[in-house]
């Protein structure tokens, strides 16, 4: 297994004098990864997160000028400026509209909007308008790429090192770790025996690694004077098959992921993550990207789940619904009951979830993805039906 992300949380004050701040979580981030390499966890990526997009002390655009010189030198590949906040119902949701410019302006740079929370409900004018930023972003980037860097969240804390998801509670510094582990689950179910010795396998296995990581980093974030809220084990895949969640499903014997039995596998491998002990943070739960999956963009080919199984699925395992490649004339309508749906969800099952939802302009249904992407397994853009619940908004 890897790490996909060590990722550092900091609260930005004014940015134009932050570069102690992010040079002191580049320092923890440098230290941290020669710590987890020389365990034998390769790290992907260090990543920035600062407090909501809502709280920042200057426009966002302005933020981003500033820090990003500043990750760069400290060794960050990512900048999360966190989420707008939905809030109650007299929430500002003013800066949704700066959202479209920061991500057409930015290679590097995330963003989200939390639209539903257990405490206040769904907000479904944030929800609405997410779905016109999704809109706006795939018309004004490259195959509607800059979707990747935006992200509806519902239900989701601070502290989740995985992007988009990523922001800080504007207490001390934090840092956090994301794993890239399905790998592990392939391992854990191939060959074995039963149900019960597969679930048992990934249990300790993720129970020794996480011991293992923890050894590793803890020590260094109580060094640096950074709190350490945990590690998110989500089950994250790499586009071939050997680091496929799909290839996990279906080692532990279901015969095609998104054949019936899937939603029990999906269960099953949130359950592991649930027993096994860990400092948790984030989702610890199942992630299905299906464009960063090759087994998933295999099936996906095959026409063998739709955007609604994968809704499905997220309502006993994972994240939501994660990069999912979509028709380019898919309408707004369409895509705030989509993103409707995952926050009714989050908000009835009190779990986290999130959508990335990536219309892809010139493909219709059934046509494969062209995307020139290290981290991506071309799949085939998902059907929808055509149809949205504009009189719910």
């Not at 929800?127 to 790429?145: E, K, M, N």
């Not at 592991?272 to 090759?294: I, K, Q, S, W």
């Not at 990335?356 to 219709?364: A, I, K, Q, T």
Request: proline letters at 7%; hydrophobic letters at 50%; a negative charge.
């Amino acid at each position: 297994m890897r790490i996909r992300s060590i990722t550092c949380f900091v609260t930005i004050d004014d940015p134009a004098s932050q570069a102690d701040t992010v040079r002191d979580a580049g320092l923890l981030a440098a230290d941290a990864r020669e710590a987890l390499e020389t365990a034998g966890f390769p790290v992907q990526t260090a990543r920035l997160a600062t407090q909501p997009l809502s709280l920042l002390p200057a426009p966002p655009l302005d933020v981003a000028a500033e820090l990003w010189p500043a990750c760069l030198e400290a060794g960050f590949e990512y900048l999360s400026l966190g989420p707008v906040l939905g809030g109650g119902p007299d929430a500002d949701l003013s800066r949704l509209d700066l959202i479209p410019e920061l991500i057409q302006s930015t290679d590097a740079v995330f963003a989200g909007v939390l639209a539903a929370d257990v405490e206040w409900g769904i907000r479904f004018e944030a929800v609405r308008r997410t779905a016109g930023l999704v809109r706006a972003i795939a018309g004004s980037t490259d195959q509607g790429f800059g979707n990747l860097r935006l992200a509806m969240l519902a239900n989701v804390g601070p502290h989740a090192p995985f992007f988009p998801a990523a922001y800080h509670d504007g207490g001390p510094p934090a840092v956090a770790l994301a794993t890239e582990s399905a790998d592990l689950a392939v391992d854990a179910f191939t060959d074995a025996s039963s149900v019960d010795e597969a679930r048992d396998r990934l249990v300790g296995m993720v129970e020794d690694n996480a011991a293992l990581i923890v050894d590793a980093v803890a020590p260094l974030a109580e060094a640096h004077g950074f709190r350490f809220p945990g590690i998110d084990f989500s089950l994250a895949p790499f586009p071939e098959e050997a680091r496929s969640i799909g290839a996990a499903v279906e080692r532990l014997g279901v015969d095609r992921f998104g054949a019936p039995g899937t939603l029990f596998a999906a269960s099953l491998l949130t359950e592991c993550l649930r027993r096994a002990e860990y400092p948790h943070t984030g989702f610890n739960g199942l992630m299905l990207p299906v464009l960063e999956d090759a087994v998933l963009a295999q099936r996906s080919m095959e026409e063998m789940f739709t955007v609604n199984d994968l809704l499905l699925y997220s309502a006993v395992c994972g994240t939501g619904l994660d990069t999912v490649p979509l028709p380019g004339d898919v309408s707004e309508e369409e895509l705030a009951g989509i993103l409707l749906d995952v926050a009714a969800l989050a908000v009835r099952l009190d779990k986290p979830l999130t959508a990335r939802l990536m219309p892809v302009p010139g493909l219709s249904a059934g046509d494969v993805a062209g995307f020139e992407f290290e981290y991506f397994a071309n799949g085939r853009v998902l059907g929808v039906k055509g149809w949205g619940s504009e009189r719910l908004f």
